[in-house]
């Protein structure tokens, strides 16, 4: 089948289909045309004589049956032929023969048989319906054959323009089927261009293209001037008020009909970008004003009938040969089938000009002149329709691309506003996830954003951290049972996937079957290789360009939460820490320090503060230099940092002191930590180069009184009690005097 009529057909059932179809309709087409062109009955032999205003019109038609051939000069003259026919005497039997004039435009005809005296008027612009009901496409009379002798008529014609006077003398049956036939051709003309109007009409409402509008306009001109040019506006009695305007009314239809191609080329060649579009559209506009005012002088200006036939006969020539050229600049455009399309402009208006020409007379031999611009002008509005459909399909084409990129960007949007929250969910919630879960937590809101933005049915992680065993992580709908058992015979495969760049596509999905299953490479740690295991239902859209990028971003934008959080955590960490023995410092240590200290007040619980110093550590430095003294003190806070007890707080209060902080410890049990350090750090040797350095460390014990609030006041107390204890030997526990009194365990 020609690609250029289906292009875009993919099934062979439907190709099968439409060549049948086809097949078919070129068959009718075929047997209609066969009907149409049958040429008419012969005309028996007819003898013609006139005179009019010394003009002298004779002719004979013998054995050819052609008939009569003769011409009306126009302008309101009147012409008179005397007709003499010989008649077989087979004829005579029946009683009756026809005479039968091409329906021509002319005013009034008048056919008189001379012998029986008897007189039938008929006209182009005013024909007498009660003779011939119905549509009918030519003049004709039924006259009663003598007994003997020749058939004697007189014809009086009368025509404001200059037409030919073509009958036929037939057989009254076979002059009527001639009738009917060619009524027929025209009425199926008239089908066409309703029909093709009424779905270039549908068409317009649909898609709003004005070429659709133009076309219409031109399927419904071209209609009213074929009903004009066969006399059928003026038969239908709705429309007989048109016959007002006669010949110049058929020239305004013929005009407009040039006009209304014009647009309607204009509209269906033009190209977007395309050079000098502008002055063209201009150019259509001028034209069309130009002919509109050609048709108002036309109907209104009260021209000679002979000016004004001239007049319209030029105008709709020259137009015609100016929209043949808007048509070859639509050619050059590359319309849809352009060679059927200028062929058929081509073919019409060359039917235009012999359908003018046979009217005149100049080739009233032509009997098929008159029936081409029938079939040429419907052949060419199917022709031009099936050009404008392609061109809605061009529309189609751009309108579906134009929903996909609509389509393309609303999930670009939703996956942006779908990063977005991510961003603000991971940003707002990891800071209260504990250190172990942190991967976990943002990994799981990872899956969930990326599940409900790319509407999938399942989504998991496979992470595979150097030569660890790998980790799993899923989304409820994909059990981490049921990712584990899938990814443990596709190890290696999958590890390969995760170290590669390009999605592979899984062909045993997790979830079940009827699942369109990717593996898709993401870094969401790093150091580390992962790939997310996506599926979605086989029902749903392919997974796009578009759906990685958007699951890319959503990567990103987990790694670097996960980023920023360590980062900020250590920041903290760092902000927090004594830089030197990696216990609190200072600030910390007093924040910590109040906080647990109005904890205490409300629950009325114990709290004990030691206030620990190295002995001798000014020795220290100045024998063996500060570096020495730097490494006794990260000794003695390691090995604080194991006896403390847990919740216990440790910290650097400044220089070689130290501040133990015991929520809920009572005065014993101070005392036993207290002495339990000092032990430890007496038995503590720090090497230092080639020396041995001994370590002691002194203990001062404060507890929390009954309506202290303060934590400087406690500090103090147990300030004091160390320098009891440096007072004493150092080496030793001394706690606050007053302490047992306030101890609430005492009480």
């Not at 009907?35 to 006139?50: M, V």
């Not at 005149?360 to 419907?378: D, E, K, M, N, S």
């Not at 200072?586 to 709290?607: H, M, Y």
């Not at 620990?612 to 003294?629: E, M, P, S, V």
Request: charged content about 20%.
């Amino acid at each position: 089948m020609p690609s250029f009529l289906f292009p875009r057909l993919e099934r062979w059932s439907d190709r099968v289909q439409l060549a049948v179809l086809m097949a078919l309709l070129i068959a009718v087409c075929i047997a209609l045309l066969g009907r149409i062109f049958t040429p008419p009955a012969p005309s028996f032999p007819l003898s013609w004589h006139s005179e009019t205003d010394g003009v002298v019109q004779q002719g004979e038609s013998g054995v050819d049956g052609i008939g009569m051939v003769a011409k009306v000069p126009g302008n309101d003259r009147s012409v008179t032929f005397d007709v003499v026919a010989t008649l077989p005497e087979a004829m005579r039997e029946q009683g009756i023969v026809a005479l039968r004039f091409e329906r021509t435009a002319i005013d009034r005809i008048e056919v008189e048989d001379v012998a029986v005296g008897s007189v039938v008027v008929d006209g182009f612009y005013h024909a007498n319906r009660e003779r011939l009901p119905g549509l009918t496409s030519s003049f004709q009379f039924n006259v009663m054959v003598p007994h003997q002798g020749d058939l004697h008529l007189r014809i009086r014609a009368q025509s404001q323009i200059p037409v030919a006077l073509m009958g036929r003398l037939e057989p009254h049956l076979q002059a009527g089927r001639d009738d009917r036939r060619v009524a027929g051709t025209a009425a199926m003309s008239y089908a066409v261009y309703l029909v093709l109007a009424l779905v270039m009409i549908a068409l317009y409402v649909a898609t709003g293209q004005r070429s659709m509008l133009a076309f219409s306009w031109f399927a419904m001109f071209r209609l009213l001037v074929l009903m004009s040019l066969n006399g059928h506006l003026y038969q239908i009695p709705a429309m007989a008020w048109f016959a007002r305007f006669d010949n110049r009314g058929t020239l305004s239809l013929m005009i407009l009909v040039v006009a209304s191609g014009i647009l309607l080329v204009q509209e269906h060649g033009a190209l977007v970008g395309e050079p000098h579009a502008r002055q063209w559209r201009r150019l259509s506009r001028v034209l069309v004003l130009i002919a509109v005012a050609i048709c108002c002088v036309l109907l209104f200006a009260p021209l000679p009938p002979i000016t004004a036939w001239v007049l319209g006969q030029a105008a709709w020539i020259i137009l015609g040969l100016m929209a043949l050229g808007f048509c070859v600049r639509a050619f050059r455009n590359h319309i849809p089938h352009r060679f059927a399309v200028l062929v058929a402009v081509l073919v019409s208006f060359a039917a235009s000009l012999a359908h003018l020409a046979y009217e005149t007379g100049l080739i009233a031999h032509w009997w098929w002149a008159g029936r081409l611009v029938q079939i040429t002008g419907a052949v060419l509005c199917t022709v031009v329709a099936v050009s404008l459909v392609r061109r809605i399909e061009s529309y189609r084409i751009e309108l579906a691309r134009v929903r996909q990129t609509h389509q393309q960007l609303r999930r670009q949007m939703d996956a942006q506003t779908a990063i977005r929250a991510l961003e603000s969910d991971l940003a707002t919630t990891l800071g209260d996830v504990a250190d172990p879960e942190l991967e976990f937590a943002a990994i799981h809101r990872l899956l969930a954003a990326a599940t409900a933005c790319l509407g999938l049915e399942g989504a998991g992680l496979v992470q595979f951290p150097g030569r660890r065993a790998p980790q799993a992580y899923a989304q409820p709908t994909m059990t981490l049972d049921g990712l584990r058992g899938w990814l443990a015979p596709r190890r290696s495969w999958v590890e390969s996937v995760a170290t590669g760049a390009a999605p592979m596509e899984n062909h045993t999905p997790v979830v079940g079957r009827g699942m369109h299953s990717m593996l898709v490479p993401a870094q969401v740690l790093e150091g580390s290789h992962s790939v997310l295991v996506i599926e979605r239902s086989e029902e749903a859209p392919a997974f796009t360009a578009a759906d990685y990028v958007a699951l890319a971003s959503m990567v990103n934008a987990t790694r670097e939460a996960l980023r920023r959080q360590r980062e900020a955590r250590t920041l903290l960490v760092t902000a927090r820490i004594d830089a030197l023995t990696g216990v609190l410092n200072r600030n910390s240590l007093d924040n910590d320090l109040a906080a647990v200290l109005a904890q205490s007040a409300r629950t009325r619980s114990p709290l004990a503060v030691l206030f620990l110093d190295l002995d001798h550590f000014k020795r220290i430095n100045d024998q063996l230099g500060h570096a020495a003294g730097d490494e006794c003190l990260r000794a003695v806070a390691r090995l604080l940092r194991a006896n403390v007890r847990s919740g216990d707080l440790l910290g650097r209060y400044g220089g070689e002191e130290f501040v133990v902080v015991s929520p809920g410890a009572t005065l014993a049990v101070a005392q036993q930590l207290g002495e339990r350090i000092r032990a430890a750090v007496q038995t503590l040797r720090v090497e230092w180069e080639d020396h041995t350095i001994p370590v002691t460390v002194s203990v001062g014990i404060a507890m929390r009184r009954r309506d202290e609030n303060e934590a400087t006041h406690l500090l103090d107390r147990a300030d004091q009690a160390l320098y009891d204890a440096k007072r004493r030997g150092r080496n030793q526990v001394r706690f606050d005097l007053d302490a047992a009194a306030f101890d609430p365990a005492a009480e």
